[in-house]
């Protein structure tokens, strides 16, 4: 989504046909909304609602199941680089707390479940990338990357405490599973890959579809929530802008 409004997800990253159910997500006046579906059987898991920025640059992001009911959120800080939000995310389902905030100029990931807690400080992050800042990245190379270059970063996996160098590249329709013939013939798609081949830690591509504005529209990859077992989550999501 553009630079100018509220940045999502994945962050980090809603149906065209927007799903507000229950009133506890029904009566907010949200900016952007995302409907994640199992990829395995396109059943609807969970929806992001996202808050326009406050004058204290913070978005709030709401996590609710299909019946309405928010399980999870998470608050982006928007203070420093616009790729290098802090944030912090608590799940109520199991407790889990995640975390990445700058102390005294260096960043501190952190884990916190079943009452143990992982902290780890990244010295060099000059030029890293944390959560939903890879949608500012996208947008900041669109150039490059829409003229066949591929560009390469540092990302945070606050859950790991650690990081990893991803590469980013445009792909045409037919390297995507984003792409079928409802989307506008318009859309620009790209994927996120290790640039190491060898780095497991971070193993499966994340695929991307913007619209020629520059708006996040579709996500598919590895969400990052658990599901209610504490299993992985491959999700598609898609987003609606107000």
Known sequence: MP????FPVKSFVVGLTLFVAGA?????????????YNVNNNLL????????????????VNYAKPDGTIFATKTLFYTGEITQPEFQ?????????????????????????????N???????????IDAGFDAFIQQNWQKLTSGKKVTFMFALPTRVDTVRLQAREVTTDKTPLANNKNPANWRYFVITPANRFASIFADPIYLAYSPEKYLMRYQGRSNLDDDKGGAWDVRIEYQYR
């Open 89 to 117: 995310l608590h799940d109520k389902r199991d407790d889990e707390k995640v975390s990445a905030r700058f102390v005294d100029g260096r960043l501190v990931l952190s884990h916190s479940l079943n009452y143990s807690t």
């Open 45 to 60: 898991v969970y929806s992001e609602y996202y808050t326009d920025m406050n004058h204290n640059r913070e978005v709030t």
């Open 3 to 6: 630079l100018t409004t509220s």
């Open 24 to 36: 506890a997500v029904a009566n907010e006046n949200y900016a952007v909304t995302g409907n994640a």
């Open 119 to 129: 902290e780890k400080t990244i010295m060099d992050n000059a030029s890293l990338v």
